[in-house]
């Protein structure tokens, strides 16, 4: 398990996992711009607040996401399952 560090915010944060250090920079990244949107929209929030506001954007984006995945992976059952109907 290696160490790495991110710069959220402009603070240092070290992470320590077994992912490749450009998939948690890019984790990190992802974070850090999610904050400053947060930040940018209400310059003088609090800092816990606009973690909990960007935790938030990113759990909605996570879940609509799920949805559109699960919806797609839905119709590509109804497909085959046609399709599969026509070689009976």
Not at 28 to 49: G, Q, R
Request: net charge negative; hydrophobic share 40%; proline share 3%.
């Amino acid at each position: 398990m290696g160490s790495i560090e991110v710069d959220i915010l402009g603070q240092k944060y070290t992470i320590k996992g077994e992912a490749p250090e450009e998939y948690i920079q890019k984790l990190a990244a992802f974070v850090d711009l999610k904050l400053k949107e947060v930040h940018n929209s209400a310059p003088n929030i609090a800092p816990l607040k606009a973690a909990i506001l960007a935790s938030l954007n990113i759990a909605d984006e996570l879940h609509r996401i799920r949805e559109e995945h699960e919806k797609v992976t839905r119709e590509i059952e109804e497909k085959a399952s046609v399709l599969t109907g026509l070689f009976e």
